[in-house]
């Protein structure tokens, strides 16, 4: 098959827009947009000092295979008192556990606990996330976009026919393949391997949502980006009054 080498103007245009993209990237531009149905959110509330953990943090790293939902481990710090201080806990992950209770089912908190959509699922170790994914998609009732500009992250948030009066939203930075070497406590002498990891949460006071006015979401990503645990950053809108969530878009680029 004989292909016509391109006009002079047409490699120049094509070079250009190779130049364009090119230069994008390298200034640390990109976006994405959330899609017509609502995105699965997966959380894992667990802990490296809790000796019942392990297999829940293998079972997440797993939905690396489903690339369209939001999986996230929050690390939380309660069982750090016990001899291992797990060095991704955070206090804030702890209270947002607890938060959560309202809306998930979960009478307490406890470890390894997930939420799927929200909703407390003990039963996780047969969970099929792709399954249960497809079973819940719906139109969702909210649009997002969101653009990455260096370490500047910035959201817009329109309301769809069917959304919730109030809406809310957080943040979350993820980082993939960490490993750690546990010296004390119910996991001594284990290697652990986490993805997931959040390494930065930062909750979005609730709106009012209304449709001819999007919501303009800022955040500023305060840990550097590490080439060997690849991140995404994470925004999860959610009815205000359920804490349920109604839409998740995330962004690696």
């Known amino acids: 098959m004989f292909t016509q080498p391109p006009t002079p103007i047409a490699a120049t245009l094509l070079a250009v827009a190779s130049l364009a993209t090119a230069s994008a990237q390298a200034a640390g531009l990109c976006s994405a947009r959330s899609s017509a149905t609502i995105t699965p959110v997966v959380e894992l509330y667990t802990s490296e ?13 797993r939905v690396k295979a489903e690339p369209g939902v939001v999986a996230l481990a929050f690390h939380v710090d309660y069982w750090d008192r016990l001899g291992w201080k797990d060095r991704f806990a955070s206090p804030a992950y702890t209270q947002r556990q607890t938060q959560t209770q309202a809306g998930s089912g979960a009478r307490f908190s406890y470890t390894p606990q997930v939420l799927f959509d929200g909703a407390d699922r003990p039963d996780w170790p047969s969970l099929n996330v792709a399954a249960a994914a497809k079973r819940s998609r719906s139109a969702a009732p909210v649009d997002v976009t969101l653009m990455r500009d260096g370490s ?5 948030v329109a309301a769809l026919p069917g959304a919730p009066a109030r809406l809310a939203a957080y943040w979350a930075v993820t980082e993939q393949g960490h490993v750690s070497n546990v010296k004390a ?10 993805d997931y990891v959040v390494r930065e949460y930062r909750p979005v006071a609730a709106w009012q949502a209304k449709a001819d006015a999007p ?12 080439a060997e645990h690849p991140r995404e950053v994470n925004l999860v809108v959610v009815n205000a009054d359920t804490g349920r969530p109604v839409q998740a878009l995330k962004i690696g680029c």
């Open 49 to 61: 000092g809790c000796n019942s953990c392990p297999p829940a943090d293998q079972w997440l790293s």
């Open 152 to 156: 500047h992250f910035s959201a817009s």
């Open 185 to 194: 406590g119910e996991n001594n002498g284990v290697t652990l391997k986490h």
């Open 215 to 226: 919501a303009a979401l800022q955040f500023d990503a305060a840990l550097p980006a590490d």
